[in-house]
């Protein structure tokens, strides 16, 4: 049987050091720099998830699955080459690191007509950009835009903006200082069903942290979430998920370790209670939302 492991990686695989969330007087774990931008340090694993993740490359296929624009995948080494990733929230399919244009093409096809105009939404995305809590708006591969706050605490509700932008079939999530709107249509899920078919893959596991990353979780045999981020703060639950007991670096070393033990179970069934099933307690600190 051939498993396969759809994995977020913002925030479920790798952090910023403002994200490890770790308790005050514990020792850092080992750590590895997997993402350089112009030079500078951004982003880490800890030595234990890339061992782990080295181990389920071998045992598994496995796919990173991002909302990063091909550009910022592009930045990040996890310390194995995956012959399949997904970038762009699923606009983008690589095959041993190579878009697949015949896929682009698919997906262009149906975003056209089933969804408000990219224009449209960046021109409500450039309205928003004129407030003060906006640093920046960005357009992302010409697939959809996002907006970057000066900081999260900054940034306001969003309740109206979010019906205009679903009244245009497009979705708006919120992570971190980020907002983005992107088209309903365009989904992380989409993306790995067609790995999983590529692949011949029998049993799909997958791990996220956001609202974008839903239809992937909802749509897997088995899925995990971490003690934090955007679904742990709206409380997202679902019978054959999984939620980490600990929260920040510590819960990627957590929920990799559940992939491991996943694939190499010959039984993919769901936990048989309604609630989802919690790991323990970690030394980790709670996240501030």
Same mark, same amino acid.
């Given at each position: 049987?051939?498993?396969?492991?759809?994995? +977020?990686?913002?925030?479920?695989?790798? @952090?910023?050091?403002?994200? @490890?969330?770790?308790?005050?007087?514990?020792? $850092?774990?080992?750590?590895?720099?997997?993402?350089?931008? +112009?030079?500078?340090?951004?982003?880490?694993?800890? %030595?234990?998830?890339?061992?782990?993740?080295? =181990?389920?490359?071998?045992?598994?296929? @496995?796919?990173? !699955?991002?909302?990063?624009?091909? %550009?910022?995948?592009?930045?990040? +080494?996890?310390?194995?080459?995956?012959?399949?990733?997904?970038?762009?929230?699923?606009?983008?399919?690589?095959?041993?690191?190579?878009?697949?244009?015949? *896929?682009?093409?698919?997906?262009?096809?149906?975003?056209?007509?089933?969804?408000?105009?990219?224009?449209?939404?960046? =021109?409500?995305?450039?309205?928003?950009?004129? $407030?003060? *809590? !906006?640093?920046?708006?960005?357009?992302?591969?010409? #697939? @959809?835009?996002? #907006?970057?706050?000066?900081?999260?605490?900054?940034?306001?509700? #969003?309740?109206? /903006?979010?019906?205009?932008?679903?009244?245009?079939? *497009?979705?708006?999530?919120?992570?971190?200082?980020?907002?983005?709107?992107?088209?309903?249509?365009?989904?992380?899920?989409?993306?790995?069903?067609?790995?999983?078919?590529? %692949?011949?893959?029998?049993?799909?596991?997958? %791990?996220?942290?956001?609202?974008?990353?839903?239809?992937? #979780?909802?749509?897997?045999?088995?899925?995990?979430?971490?003690?934090?981020? $955007?679904?742990? $703060?709206?409380?997202?639950?679902?019978?054959?998920?999984?939620?980490?007991?600990?929260?920040?670096?510590?819960?990627?070393?957590?929920?990799?370790?559940?992939?491991?033990? *996943? !694939?190499?179970?010959?039984?993919?069934?769901?936990?048989?209670? =309604?609630?989802?099933?919690?790991?323990?307690?970690?030394?980790?600190?709670? /996240?501030?939302?």
């Amino acid at each position: 049987m051939t498993a396969l492991l759809a994995c +977020d990686l913002d925030q479920t695989l790798i @952090f910023s050091r403002h994200h @490890f969330h770790l308790v005050p007087g514990v020792p $850092e774990p080992e750590i590895a720099l997997v993402e350089r931008i +112009d030079g500078v340090p951004s982003a880490y694993s800890s %030595a234990a998830s890339l061992r782990l993740l080295a =181990a389920l490359h071998r045992t598994a296929v @496995f796919v990173p !699955v991002t909302t990063r624009t091909l %550009a910022q995948y592009q930045r990040i +080494d996890l310390g194995v080459r995956p012959r399949y990733a997904v970038a762009a929230n699923g606009g983008h399919l690589l095959v041993d690191g190579v878009p697949d244009p015949a *896929w682009a093409a698919e997906v262009a096809a149906r975003l056209a007509g089933a969804c408000a105009p990219l224009a449209e939404m960046a =021109a409500l995305a450039g309205e928003l950009g004129a $407030e003060e *809590w !906006v640093r920046l708006v960005r357009e992302a591969d010409g #697939l @959809f835009v996002y #907006l970057v706050a000066h900081t999260r605490e900054a940034i306001p509700d #969003l309740t109206r /903006v979010a019906e205009r932008v679903a009244a245009g079939g *497009w979705a708006l999530s919120r992570q971190g200082r980020k907002v983005y709107l992107v088209p309903e249509p365009l989904t992380k899920q989409t993306a790995v069903a067609e790995v999983a078919r590529r %692949a011949g893959a029998t049993r799909v596991f997958a %791990a996220g942290d956001s609202v974008l990353d839903l239809p992937m #979780l909802t749509a897997a045999d088995r899925a995990v979430r971490p003690a934090h981020g $955007e679904l742990h $703060e709206q409380g997202w639950q679902a019978p054959h998920l999984t939620v980490t007991g600990a929260r920040g670096l510590l819960a990627a070393d957590e929920l990799l370790g559940l992939l491991d033990a *996943w !694939v190499r179970s010959p039984c993919t069934a769901a936990p048989s209670t =309604a609630a989802p099933s919690t790991a323990a307690p970690s030394t980790a600190a709670p /996240v501030q939302p």
